[in-house]
């Protein structure tokens, strides 16, 4: 039944040289009972440890692969974005290439996406999260925070792990937004999410290329893009300055003319004065945070620069150019 039906699976490769081959030998075993079509689009996103000649190995040597290069290091959104572009799947899934997640995961949600009609997307979240104390619960407060900011609601631990229907993928390819943010992103475009539940697996090879300083940034910048509540709050926050300091002056006014009260002066005028200095800075820098990603984004500049693919001999790839 499911035999016509292709499924592509976008894998970003970072400095991933030793996991290549045997990620593809797990993904391929996996897949090959399943009576499913299948591809592999490896992005390399600017790799500097081989990764690239391992790739272009892979697809002499092995079928259903395209691996495309990028010119330098554009960031895993960035190689999802690429993927997307050139994935020709009816169902497209993204997957890591540390083999961290689970190819028998994958192949489930694949299923679990074909058994249910109404269902437009699986989103695979970590069970457990077997990060330290630190991590986890900055990853959980930040999830938190991003829903309250956002208008539509994330999946708490959600993963960029998840399969969907190339109806999904080419809504997502009609948003061309520069500074990508997938968790967003998917949260954003709505459709039947399914949530499916699996348990990381430890990194085959390699480093992890996310240090806490990264995943900070990485959530900073996910609030900023898809939300505009931080502006709001400096507006909110302006306002309640201003009327606890009208107050304040009142309080000041009595207290001076009818009470003759001394007015203590300096300290506090400092203290005020270097609060309310900072928290008009933060706000600049807020609003400085938004003009500035207007600023690239008018600029139109590519989210990604491929410098070479290298496809299997089975494989007919051509530039996937629009949604029908
Ligand atoms: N990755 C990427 N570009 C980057 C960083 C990471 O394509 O700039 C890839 C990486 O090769 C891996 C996936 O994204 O396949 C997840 O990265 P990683 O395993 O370092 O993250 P973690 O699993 O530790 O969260
Ligand atoms: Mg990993």
Redesign the pocket.
């Not at 894998?11 to 991933?16: G, L, M, R, S, W």
């Given at each position: 039944m499911n035999s016509q039906i292709k499924v592509s699976f976008i894998?970003?490769?970072?400095?991933?040289v030793d996991n290549v081959f045997p990620f593809y030998e797990a993904f391929s075993k996996t897949f090959a009972d399943s009576n499913l079509l299948w591809e592999l689009i490896f992005?390399d996103?600017g790799s500097s440890d081989g990764t690239r000649g391992k790739l272009r190995e892979l697809t002499i040597n092995k079928p259903n692969v395209l691996a495309i290069s990028f010119s330098r290091?554009f960031?895993?959104e960035a190689?999802i974005w690429a993927g997307l572009n050139n994935a020709t799947g009816d169902i497209i899934g993204i997957i890591?290439?540390?083999l961290?997640q689970d190819p028998q995961d994958a192949l489930n949600m694949v299923n679990a996406l074909l058994d249910n009609d109404d269902c437009d997307m699986v989103a695979a979240f970590q069970a457990h999260r077997h990060e330290g104390r630190l991590l986890s619960f900055l990853k959980r407060s930040f999830y938190s925070l991003m829903d309250s900011m956002m208008e539509t609601p994330v999946l708490k631990d959600a993963s960029d792990f998840r399969v969907f229907r190339r109806c999904v993928a080419d809504t997502i390819l009609s948003m061309p937004e520069f500074h990508r943010f997938s968790k967003g992103i998917f949260s954003w475009v709505g459709f039947n999410t399914m949530p499916y539940a699996y348990e990381p697996l430890e990194?085959q090879h390699g480093v992890?290329?996310?240090s806490l300083f990264k995943l900070l940034q990485y959530a900073f910048s996910g609030i900023i893009s898809f939300s505009t509540k931080p502006l709001r709050a400096a507006s909110w926050l302006g306002i309640s300055l201003s009327i606890l300091s009208f107050i304040y002056f009142l309080v000041v006014m009595v207290q001076k003319t009818m009470f003759s009260i001394p007015i203590p002066g300096y300290a506090t005028l400092i203290c005020l004065i270097l609060l309310i200095g900072g928290v008009q800075l933060l706000f600049l820098g807020i609003a400085g945070e938004y003009i500035g990603r207007t600023y690239i984004q008018v600029k139109s500049r590519p989210i990604y620069i491929e410098s070479k693919r290298f496809q299997s001999q089975n494989i007919e790839h051509k530039h996937y150019q629009e949604c029908e």
């Open positions: 894998v970003p490769a970072y400095n991933e992005i996103d290091n960031g895993k190689a890591d290439a540390d961290q990194r992890s290329k996310w």
